[in-house]
């Protein structure tokens, strides 16, 4: 197959890049080049969607893969390139319901469309823009698959989330955990969401699907974790009334608990991704992404982390052990 991806140059489209090339297609990818580079075998073009030039990418694509977050930039490709099956590749931000656990797409309401280009400062901003985005595509598109992961992880990664765990539980002794082992959560390495955009591409797979791993208790990927990357670590779970009296916050950022999330949140992390698994997703299990990511950010120690510095961590572990007696 022919097949064009806009991106190819880091993370979720370079590795969907890197499987076409390793299935045998015949890869292009469209994208500045100032990410990365583009997997050995693929053919880079450069393209810049803020002024898109699109002679150097005429021709027949039987399939076109979009990461695109800005709808004009979608809207601009699908002038060129409607011609073709589409994956675009969205995400759970789009849902109005962060809520309920047990979501699909069939079952949880949309955030209303913005179909101007706007800065996508709030999640909000993010999960509208990609609805408009997701329409265009939808009314255009030959045939259009909408992809909406939920959280990716994996070598690559450049929000640091899932990394901070195989690092930090790597290096063993007391670590710090969110509120409970109990709390659901719910991830896709990113090398298996590209296998599987590369397979629906080879079948011509159309539809809306959520894209996930299986929904697992946080305290089984901790422990998951922690036996693939050895060490002696020994996790302290802390309630979630300690840790935010300490401003420690939820999911990613500065004085973050990475993957920790607020009860009204827990939809985030349990979407029914059957649909998904029957269309013929599968998935790695989580010790295998955690061994090749603490490689990665071994390989790559200026990579993005994310969450508590150990400074901040000791402290709250001090603090904890004496509230805890
Ligand atoms: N990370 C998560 O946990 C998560 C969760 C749900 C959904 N998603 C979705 O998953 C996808 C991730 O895609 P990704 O890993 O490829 O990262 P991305 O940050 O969404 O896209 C990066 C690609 O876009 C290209 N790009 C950026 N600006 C460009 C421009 N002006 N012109 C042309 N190309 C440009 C980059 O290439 P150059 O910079 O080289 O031009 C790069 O190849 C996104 O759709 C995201 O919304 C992510």
């Known amino acids: 197959m022919r097949i064009l991806v806009l991106g190819g140059t880091m993370f979720l489209s370079r590795a969907v890049a890197a499987d076409a090339v ?32 699109w002679s150097g990418l005429e021709g027949e694509w039987d399939a076109v893969v979009d990461v695109a977050r800005t709808p004009s ?12 099956h589409w994956t675009f590749v969205s995400t759970i931000s789009v849902y109005a319901d962060h809520a309920t656990p047990g979501g699909t797409p069939e079952t949880l309401p949309l955030l209303p ?3 101007e280009d706007v ?11 990609k609805v408009a985005c997701e329409q265009d595509v939808q009314a255009r598109a030959r045939e259009a698959l909408i992809v909406r992961p939920g959280l990716i992880i994996g070598p690559g990664d450049p929000s640091g989330r899932f990394s901070y765990w195989p690092e930090r539980l790597a290096e ?3 670590v710090l955990a969110p509120e409970s082992p109990d709390r659901d959560t719910q991830a896709i390495d990113v090398r298996d969401l590209a296998a599987w955009i590369v397979t629906c591409a080879e079948k011509r797979l159309t539809g809306v699907y959520d894209a996930s791993g299986a929904v697992q208790r946080l305290g089984d990927l901790v422990d998951q974790v922690a036996a693939a990357v050895g060490g002696d670590a020994q996790v302290v779970w802390a309630p ?39 269309a013929g997703l599968s998935t790695r299990p989580i010790g295998e992404t ?13 990579a993005h982390r994310t969450g508590l510095s150990r400074a901040e961590e000791q402290d709250l572990l001090d603090d904890w052990y004496v509230v805890r007696g």
């Open 290 to 302: 955690a061994v090749d990511t603490l490689a990665w950010l071994r390989e790559n120690p200026d």
């Open 22 to 53: 390793a299935r045998g297609h015949d890869v292009t990818c469209a994208a500045r080049g100032e990410s990365g580079s583009v997997p050995d075998g693929a053919r880079h073009v450069v393209l810049d969607r803020e002024a898109p030039d």
């Open 73 to 84: 930039w979608v809207a601009n490709a699908l002038d060129h390139l409607a011609d073709a």
């Open 113 to 115: 469309p913005i179909t």
């Open 119 to 129: 800065e996508q400062d709030t999640a909000e901003k993010y999960g509208s823009s």
């Open 240 to 278: 979630a009334d300690f840790l935010l009296e300490r401003e420690v916050t939820y999911w990613a950022g500065p004085r973050s608990l990475p993957l920790w999330l607020p009860e009204d949140a827990r939809g985030m992390t349990s979407h029914d991704v059957s649909a998904s698994f029957a």
């Open 172 to 174: 063993g002794g007391d």
